[in-house]
């Protein structure tokens, strides 16, 4: 997904309005105000920010020390349309990027899968050097490989993970997992039977690899209002749901 632009310009064009996005964004909000409640200065940064929607939500939320990097020079020209501090970054080099600056959180959604169990140990420790005291690390990421379909390919997922994944990186990276939930638990199924639909014809060569998209696009006010009720509710009913085609996760230092 890095060199296509035209994923990050889908992402850009949906990122403040579709279910998915707008529900992950709230989440990284409720944990932020939960440890730093009615701080607006608390530092943030979005590691592999994308096209920036999250630290745009933040933005309009309040906050404002906000920074942010990518990989992707794709990435880094969407975020700096919405007039954001983003600047290239490499997941690899954590410790590259503004090495003198420390932050009060720092969030990386659906970006550690592209790095290998050792590189992603190693983005973890240097995640840690640069917190803050009492600072946190919050991380969403593509969640068990039964869910993997033409999205995965399109954004260039060659895997998925499950919590015992990430309770191994932490163990052996000085964090603790202080919260964690899969979602969307109550869409779960039909995620799953379309998915596997899709390997099945990816299978029978009625897909062809070369040609996917990602799933990132509205599907309209109606049935997106739908999808955000059902999910907003869901986030309510259950604190920490067991299954879902993503994993969120709140970190803290030992």
Same mark, same amino acid.
């Not at 632009?5 to 579709?18: A, G, N, P, T």
């Not at 529900?23 to 943030?44: D, N, P, W, Y």
């Not at 946190?136 to 869910?147: D, P, R």
């Given at each position: 997904m890095i060199d296509n %632009?035209?994923?990050?310009?889908?992402? *850009?064009?949906?990122? +403040?309005?579709?279910w998915w996005y707008q #529900? !992950?964004?709230?989440?990284? #909000?409720?944990?932020?105000?939960?440890?730093?409640?009615?701080? +607006?200065?608390?530092?943030?940064l979005d590691a592999a920010c994308g096209t920036g929607g999250l630290l745009m939500f933040l933005k309009q939320k309040g906050y404002q020390n906000l920074t942010g990097f990518d990989y992707s020079a794709h990435a880094v020209e969407f975020s700096?349309? %919405?007039? !954001? &501090?983003? +600047? *290239?970054?490499?997941l690899r080099k954590v =410790?590259? *990027?503004r090495p003198n600056e420390t932050f009060d959180i720092i969030s990386c959604n659906d970006a550690l899968y592209f790095l290998t169990d050792h590189e992603i140990k190693e983005a973890l420790t240097a995640f840690g050097k640069r917190l803050n005291p009492g600072g946190?690390?919050?991380? =969403?990421?593509?969640?068990?490989?039964?869910?993997s379909g033409t999205h995965d390919l399109a954004v260039g997922s060659s895997?998925? *993970?499950? #919590?015992? &994944?990430?309770k191994g990186y932490t163990k052996e990276t000085g964090f603790k997992i202080t919260f964690t939930t899969y979602w969307p638990f109550a869409l779960s199924i039909p995620i799953l039977l379309v998915r596997q639909w899709q390997r099945f014809q990816i299978r029978r060569k009625n897909i062809q690899v070369s040609d996917v998209?990602?799933?990132v696009s509205y599907p309209g006010d109606i049935v997106n209002n739908i999808l955000l009720g059902i999910t907003a509710a869901e986030e309510k009913i259950f604190r920490s749901a067991p299954f879902g085609s993503s994993l969120f996760m709140v970190l803290e230092a030992n």
């Open positions: %632009r035209e994923e990050y310009q889908r992402m *850009f064009d949906v990122e +403040s309005k579709l #529900l !992950l964004h709230r989440r990284v #909000l409720k944990h932020i105000r939960k440890q730093f409640a009615g701080i +607006s200065t608390v530092k943030i700096k349309e %919405r007039g !954001l &501090d983003v +600047s *290239f970054g490499d =410790n590259d *990027f946190k690390v919050i991380i =969403n990421i593509h969640a068990f490989e039964a869910f895997r998925r *993970f499950s #919590l015992s &994944d990430f998209d990602s799933d």
